[in-house]
T-cell receptor, first 111, second 116 residues
Framework: AQRVTQPEKLLSVFKGAPVELKCNYSYSGSPELFWYVQYSRQRLQLLLRHISRESIKGFTADLNKGETSFHLKKPFAQEEDSAMYYCAPLNSGGSNYKLTFGKGTLLTVNP | GAVVSQHPSWVICKSGTSVKIECRSLDFQATTMFWYRQFPKQSLMLMATSNEGSKATYEQGVEKDKFLINHASLTLSTLTVTSAHPEDSSFYIC????????????FGPGTRLLVL
């Protein structure tokens, strides 16, 4: 089974500072990983997936197979980035896919 | 973009009664939907995978007879909490993925259940 660890429950930075939300995984096979975000009083939404290698809202995440990590980074945090962030590997079995969520990191960006 | 809705958004019920929660994919068909449970300030815990036209697949530790799932059509899955007890009070969230992108999940807004 694929497992994910988000070591930081809380992360607080000041506006304009770089931010890195850590995610480590344990797997067999080729992992597919996602970052989901939940803003206050909103539904969970996809932020980015590693295979697309895109930058969303200034966030990027690189899959490092050597370190088994998928850390989420942003060079200059904004107050509106304050939210709960979940790293989620995709478990695939047969024709079914399912996401396993890490425990999440609550990011607070202070003015 | 893909939209998933849930109804009701919140419900209060008496202990011992049953509560049905609906999850709908509004602009796409979903052969698979997922039901999660989220406790306050905690992560989402997958309860079961709802498969259209077949039985749901439950995660370990989730009682099948307690949480009945029906996926009667390609746009609707229902979760029924039977004989609810206060410990069933929680935030229940569903998700679904469009065909061909089933691994990309779109989440409903959640249903808050309070059992008195």
């Amino acid at each position: 089974a694929q497992r994910v660890t988000q070591p930081e429950k809380l992360l607080s930075v000041f506006k304009g500072a770089p931010v890195e939300l850590k995610c480590n995984y344990s797997y067999s096979g080729s992992p597919e990983l996602f970052w989901y975000v939940q803003y206050s009083r909103q539904r969970l939404q996809l932020l980015l997936r590693h295979i697309s290698r895109e930058s969303i809202k200034g966030f990027t995440a690189d899959l490092n197979k050597g370190e088994t990590s998928f850390h989420l980074k942003k060079p200059f945090a904004q107050e509106e980035d304050s939210a709960m962030y979940y790293c989620a590997p995709l478990n695939s079995g047969g024709s079914n896919y399912k996401l396993t969520f890490g425990k999440g990191t609550l990011l607070t960006v202070n003015p | 973009g893909a939209v998933v809705s849930q109804h009701p958004s919140w419900v209060i019920c008496k202990s011992g009664t049953s509560v049905k929660i609906e999850c709908r994919s509004l602009d796409f068909q979903a052969t698979t939907m997922f039901w999660y449970r989220q406790f306050p300030k905690q992560s989402l815990m997958l309860m079961a995978t709802s498969n259209e036209g077949s039985k749901a697949t439950y995660e370990q530790g989730v009682e099948k007879d307690k949480f009945l799932i029906n996926h009667a059509s390609l746009t609707l899955s229902t979760l029924t909490v039977t004989s609810a007890h206060p410990e069933d009070s929680s935030f229940y969230i569903c998700s679904a993925g469009p065909p061909g992108l089933a691994e990309t999940q779109y989440f409903g807004p959640g249903t808050r259940l309070l059992v008195l």
